[in-house]
């Protein structure tokens, strides 16, 4: 089982960039799928999760209104689109794969993790 985020990036304060995180080796269609990130020196945090269906979405306060999730169930992969980015948002972004169907934001409910890509947001 693989999740594969994207390549981050670096972008400048205000731009926008979409990491996608495509699954391999199993179907996670009846899984909730979410997106953490990790700043340097700081502890992994959520950011944003999708249901199974991609009916009900759940956002970190910090990128409410900024970030979109979602998910394309038949191509076994989740995307999360990011606005607005601002130098705070520069941090190892991962998708992980929930242990049931609906999204949390403790990252021990995620099962499966990718390996994290970097974006980073110049001022």
């Known amino acids: 089982v693989q999740l594969q985020a994207s390549r981050g990036g670096l972008v400048q304060a205000g731009g926008s960039l979409r990491l996608s995180c495509a699954a391999s080796g199993r179907t996670f269609s009846n899984n909730a799928m979410g997106w953490f990130r990790q700043a340097l020196g700081k502890e992994r945090v959520f950011v944003s999760g999708?249901?199974?269906?991609?009916?009900?979405?759940l956002y970190a306060d910090s990128v409410k209104g900024r970030f979109t999730i979602s998910r394309d169930i038949s191509k076994n992969m989740v995307y999360l689109q990011m606005n607005n980015l601002t130098p705070e948002d520069t941090a190892v972004y991962f998708c992980?794969?929930?242990?049931?169907?609906?999204?949390?934001?403790?990252?021990?409910?995620?099962?499966?993790w990718g390996q994290g890509t970097q974006v980073t947001v110049s001022s």
């Open positions: 999708i249901s199974w269906k991609g009916g009900s979405t």
């Open positions: 992980a794969a929930h242990r049931s169907s609906y999204p949390g934001q403790l990252d021990r409910e995620y099962r499966y």
